[in-house]
């Protein structure tokens, strides 16, 4: 039996993709540099699953001397996990001029999305709407599906923020299908989660039999983000699910159910550290 976790199974079939890919495009002086920032993006993308910031900016220099665009956008990307906003406001701006005058149109949607959610995590959604509009009309007009998918998750999560719930449901019914259908498991999970959390804002109108419908239906969509964020072992979003389902239990009056997660969530916000970014202005 393996006994890996989700995690290591993952970047251990990543590695095998790697392994595969080096058969037939060996790693010798013409391509060493692109295997050398493939292992660099892994590892990056490892620390920051297991929320090891100090060890993603060590990595982050490696990833500069190789792709110098790449690098600053991981910079940044560190830099916000770390609250250090103004730094990484500074980087993307700087980072978004040089990405249109190259017409770097991947990274241009990439670093809109990155700057919207600076500004709502600073309580400002407002300033970021029209970044997200430009990120939606050039993943469209380039036909980068994934990109545009992200962007309205992006949009749905503003408008939750604003405080129009029904209309974020509404533009999510447009992403969720690709995302499901194609998506990496971590965004299939934050999709899902997004939706359970508009399914509760909505429900603060309702009348109490079509509002505890709605919890009981926003609680099975937990339970599906929670399943997805498992295969990856990302615990500090199991933990944010797990907190977010105490409260809606304690709310229908299941206190078993919400002792059980309160006492999972305890577990989990032991044993990781806690980083002060409100649960609503986290995507």
């Known amino acids: ?168 449901l509404s533009l999510l019914h447009m992403a969720i299908e690709p995302i499901l259908a194609d998506g990496a498991i971590l965004d299939k999970g934050r999709a899902m989660f997004l939706v359970a959390k508009c399914q509760v804002a909505s429900a603060a109108s309702y009348d109490q039999p079509k509002k505890a419908e709605a919890l009981e239906a926003a609680i099975e969509n937990l339970n599906e983000a929670k399943n997805y964020f498992a295969k990856v072992d990302c615990k500090e979003r199991i933990r944010d699910v797990l907190y977010f389902q105490a409260r809606l239990y304690h709310t229908l009056g299941k206190t078993q159910e919400r002792n059980r997660c309160a006492m999972l969530f305890r577990q989990l916000h032991q044993e990781l550290p806690a980083h002060g970014v409100p649960l609503i202005n986290h995507l």
């Open 1 to 168: 039996m393996d006994k890996r976790s989700p995690v290591q199974g993952c970047f251990a079939a990543a590695s095998e993709v790697l392994k595969h890919l080096k058969e037939r495009f060996p790693p010798n002086s013409q391509h060493a540099q692109l295997w050398m920032l493939c292992d660099q993006k892994i590892q990056f993308d490892r620390a920051m699953n297991d929320g090891k910031y100090h060890l993603a900016d060590s990595l982050v220099t490696g990833i500069t001397a190789l792709n110098g665009i790449e690098g600053v956008y991981r910079k940044a990307v560190v830099l916000q996990a770390q609250n250090q906003m103004s730094e990484a406001h500074k980087l993307l701006q700087k980072l978004l001029v040089y990405c249109q005058k190259l017409k770097n149109t991947e990274m241009v949607i990439s670093v809109l999305l990155s700057v919207a959610e600076l500004y709502w995590r600073s309580s400002s959604p407002t300033i970021a709407l029209p970044m997200l509009l430009q990120a939606l009309a050039l993943s469209k007009e380039y036909r980068l599906q994934y990109l545009a998918s992200e962007t309205v998750l992006n949009l749905a999560f503003a408008q939750l923020i604003l405080g129009i719930p029904e209309q974020a």
